[in-house]
T-cell receptor
Framework: DGGITQSPKYLFRKEGQNVTLSCEQN?????MYWYRQDPGQGLRLIYY???????QKGDIAEGYSVSREKKESFPLTVTSAQKNPTAFYLC?????????????FGPGTRLTVL | SQQGEEDPQALSIQEGENATMNCSYK?????LQWYRQNSGRGLVHLIL?????REKHSGRLRVTLDTSKKSSSLLITASRAADTASYFC???????????FGTGTSLTVIP
């Protein structure tokens, strides 16, 4: 999966709890991304970061938060404010967030709210 | 939204046949990429075509881009059962700092 790891693979959460999904890359990429994928759907961008200590909201940022304190790490917190958090979450990175470049994806985390 | 749409949503073919899937998008792009996703896994990059290119090949893959029609096609020749997966197109934004993924084509190759 291109040098990107996500953990855990499966995550169960009770309603009202915050949970944090881990994403680590050893590709020395500047840019990192979080996507959400629902069954039979494409990917929707939650947050992205082009450089350490900087990140921007994507199309569906409400109810999520991120941090980018280190180049190799971009954790995603799903807060209790996210109304429908059950989904497959994918983290990706690219050499740079600007211009042309392929994205390398992690294996994903499947989050289920009980 | 600039999100692309793939067509067809699902495609089932016999091994050895060719598979063609299409992608349409809404606004001007710098480049278009195709990705593959096996069930429950992350996406894997297949090929990138720039806006000034019309056709690109990579092994059994052939991608075309028609910027006037805002569409692209992915052709997989001599398909194999291992090609069974979902295929997504992705376009960049005008500023180049985001990618927009289509809804995907689910390909099943029957041995």
């Amino acid at each position: 999966d291109g040098g990107i790891t996500q953990s855990p693979k499966y995550l169960f959460r009770k309603e009202g709890q915050n949970v944090t999904l881990s994403c680590e890359q050893n590709l020395n990429h500047d840019a990192m991304y979080w996507y959400r994928q629902d069954p039979g759907q494409g990917l929707r961008l939650i947050y992205y970061s082009q450089i350490v200590n900087d990140f921007q909201k994507g199309d569906i940022a409400e109810g999520y938060s991120v941090s980018r304190e280190k180049k190799e790490s971009f954790p995603l917190t799903v807060t209790s404010a996210q109304k429908n958090p059950t989904a497959f979450y994918l983290c990706a990175s690219s050499i740079t967030g600007l211009g042309v470049g392929e994205q390398f994806f992690g294996p994903g985390t499947r989050l289920t709210v009980l | 939204s600039q999100q692309g749409e793939e067509d067809p949503q699902a495609l089932s073919i016999q091994e050895g046949e060719n598979a063609t899937m299409n992608c349409s998008y809404k606004t001007s792009i710098n480049n278009l990429q195709w990705y593959r996703q096996n069930s429950g896994r992350g996406l894997v990059h297949l090929i990138l075509i720039r806006s000034n290119e019309r056709e690109k090949h990579s092994g059994r893959l052939r991608v075309t881009l028609d910027t006037s029609k805002k569409s692209s096609s992915l052709l997989i020749t001599a398909s194999r059962a291992a090609d069974t997966a979902s295929y997504f197109c992705a376009t960049d934004s005008r500023t180049g700092n985001q990618f927009y993924f289509g809804t995907g084509t689910s390909l099943t190759v029957i041995p």
